[in-house]
């Protein structure tokens, strides 16, 4: 199985803060990778796919990028509403991965 | 707008069968570069892949699952369905079913807790 890395596992951060979350995958994905937001008591939420392709509706201030097996999603600007617990995910190839999560907090 | 609702029983003892459904409703489950897909949350964890089937019937399963689990497709009730046998508290867990267009997970239904206890 392809393992997914993410850092860190928590940040706290204040509205108006530019966040940075990074992803690793163990091996080759190509583009294959997906972001999630997770608010608490709901269902994961698509935010990014192909690395860096904005889901409909997202806000712009998501964004993906990738350097080789390392993918990294950024907040420009967090507000409230961001606080939520985010995944990446590889989907190159089966079984499909997930990171472990990282957990945002507002300051 | 495609909607997703899991169903099934919130409680299955040790040694049973979990199953659960996914009702589908805003859109056709025929398209062939789409998949439905299954996937656990364990309480205050990660996410956990468990499977696939596509339009055709052709599935996909996480291995760590030790070939517990059957996932089927109805289309004509627009429903497919997950079967994990020989439950123990380790599969205690939120159940959520998605499509997955090109294997993104682009649609999620709200997710159902089910609780493997005697």
């Known amino acids: 199985d392809i393992q997914m890395t993410q850092s860190p596992s928590s940040l706290s951060a204040s509205v108006g803060d530019r966040v940075t979350i990074t992803c690793r995958a163990s091996q080759a994905i190509s583009d294959y990778l997906a972001w999630f937001q997770q608010k608490p008591g709901k269902a994961p939420k698509s935010l990014i796919y192909a690395a860096s392709s904005l889901q409909s509706g997202v806000p712009s201030r998501f964004s993906g990028s990738r350097s080789g097996t390392e993918f990294t999603l950024t907040i420009s600007s967090l507000q409230p509403e961001d606080l939520a617990t985010y995944y990446c995910?590889?989907?190159?190839?089966?079984?499909?991965?997930f990171g472990p999560g990282t957990q945002v907090d507002i300051k | 707008q495609l909607q997703l609702q899991e169903s099934g029983p919130g409680l299955v003892k040790p040694s049973e069968t979990l199953s659960l459904t996914c009702s589908v409703s805003?859109?056709?489950?025929?398209?062939?570069?789409?998949?439905w897909g299954w996937i656990r949350q364990p309480p205050g964890r990660g996410l956990v892949w468990i499977g696939n089937?596509?339009?055709?019937?052709?599935?996909f399963y996480n291995p760590s699952l030790k070939n517990r689990v059957t996932i089927s497709l109805d289309t004509s009730k627009d429903q497919f369905s997950l079967k994990l046998t020989s439950v123990t508290a380790a599969d205690t867990a939120v159940y959520f079913c998605a499509r997955e267009a090109h294997g993104i997970a682009d649609y999620w239904g709200q997710g159902t807790l089910v609780t493997v206890s005697s």
């Open positions: 805003g859109g056709s489950m025929s398209n062939i570069s789409a998949s």
């Open positions: 089937i596509y339009p055709s019937g052709t599935t």
């Open positions: 995910q590889q989907y190159n190839t089966y079984p499909f991965t």
